[in-house]
């Protein structure tokens, strides 16, 4: 199965339930909603309750089977949805079966929808439990105690979801912080680890291209060395600045450490990256200024190979930004599809690119 894992490897496991929350909480509370309810089994088959003992072995046995496919694919969002059904269907037929009591499940049923999936889809099966339970006048003494719980079953459902929405906020800021670079907002190594990983698989899959540039800003520790580490950070907040403003959407931006930075072109091949690359070093290059030091850049251009994986595709690319830095500086190596043959370079004169031998 595409995508499968087991936990065989217990650290892939750990790694898993540590940074997915929601399949942590469907981790949880499908182990103990299994061991809770298998002591209903064991009492209600030693009470001669035969039917009520197998209804609660069948939501046991959901509740693992949902478990069990939660842990075995990574199709995490999916268990959580097929999860909060389960629970929406044993509560109702909880109560069918025993009564009142199953009233008390729903609440648990309420709340821990919004922590097993997203916050809509919870709020969906919410409302059909309420209704189904609502339907069902025979469950409550008085009129006074029916609306008491559509009241309070409301009030679960709200704050459940305001709880939900909040989480979901902090998550997507705790990701952005851990895949930006603080100082110019680009994404960081994390980042450009995930989408170099995805770019290379989308490629064996379907062929689209896919060009990477490695760049070094020129004479950036003489601006850093003279001026002052302030001066040094604007200058990297600056330019990438300028990247942003001349990439589009789908592109990938990310500094990688120092003054160099890493662009992830999709669906460019070489003509169209070698276009690409000299709008963008026409465009920034000598913009710049920081006193007396004009910061250009150098870059490294390398097509993505099928035979490659990404750190040899970023090799590729460094060993050509480094031929690029040696052979003048603000210039452009286009890497070939070998390190040590011919590549492309745009000299900073006359923008035009010619072939040279490394």
Not at 17 to 43: C, E, H, K, N, P
Not at 96 to 114: D, K, P, Q, S
Not at 230 to 242: I, N, Y
Request: aromatic share 12%.
């Amino acid at each position: 199965m595409q995508g499968s894992w087991w936990p065989g490897s217990s650290e892939r496991f750990r790694r898993k339930f540590r940074d997915d929350y929601q399949f942590a909480m469907i981790v949880l509370f499908g182990t103990l909603a299994a061991v809770v309810i298998s002591g209903f089994v064991v009492y209600r088959y030693l009470t001669g309750s035969y039917l009520g003992g197998t209804v609660n072995l069948l939501i046991v046995a959901s509740v693992l089977l949902v478990l069990v496919y939660a842990v075995r694919t990574s199709h995490t969002r999916r268990a959580g949805r097929i999860f909060a059904v389960v629970t929406v269907i044993a509560c109702i037929a909880s109560t069918a079966m025993f009564g009142r009591t199953g009233i008390l499940w729903g609440y648990v049923v309420l709340w821990i929808n919004f922590l097993l999936t997203g916050r809509r889809f919870a709020l969906v099966t919410n409302l059909i439990l309420m209704s189904v339970l609502i339907v069902e006048t025979s469950l409550f003494q008085s009129i006074l105690e029916g609306v008491t719980y559509i009241v309070t079953a409301l009030m679960v459902t709200t704050f459940g979801y305001i709880f939900a929405a909040r989480l979901a906020r902090y998550q997507d800021q705790l990701e952005m912080l851990a895949l930006q670079d603080p100082l110019t907002f680009s994404g960081n190594r994390r980042m450009m680890r995930r989408d170099l990983t995805a770019a290379i698989s989308t490629h064996r899959r379907s062929g689209k291209p896919y060009t990477l540039i490695l760049l070094d800003l020129d004479h950036f520790k003489a601006v850093n060395d003279e001026y002052g580490h302030e001066t040094g950070d604007r200058a990297l907040r600056d330019f990438s600045d300028l990247v942003r403003q001349q990439i589009r959407a789908e592109d990938g931006f990310y500094r990688f450490g120092g003054e160099e930075f890493v662009l992830l072109l999709p669906d460019r091949g070489a003509e169209d990256a070698r276009k690409a690359v000299e709008s963008l070093h026409q465009r920034i290059s000598g913009k710049l200024s920081y006193g007396d030091h004009v910061v250009c850049f150098s870059a490294g251009v390398a097509v993505l190979r099928p035979d490659e994986d990404w750190p040899a595709w970023l090799t590729r690319a460094d060993s050509a930004m480094y031929q690029a830095k040696h052979g003048g500086r603000n210039r452009i190596v286009f890497a070939s599809g070998k390190l040590a043959s011919g590549a492309g370079v745009i000299t900073p004169k006359t923008q035009r690119l010619t072939d040279v031998e490394n």
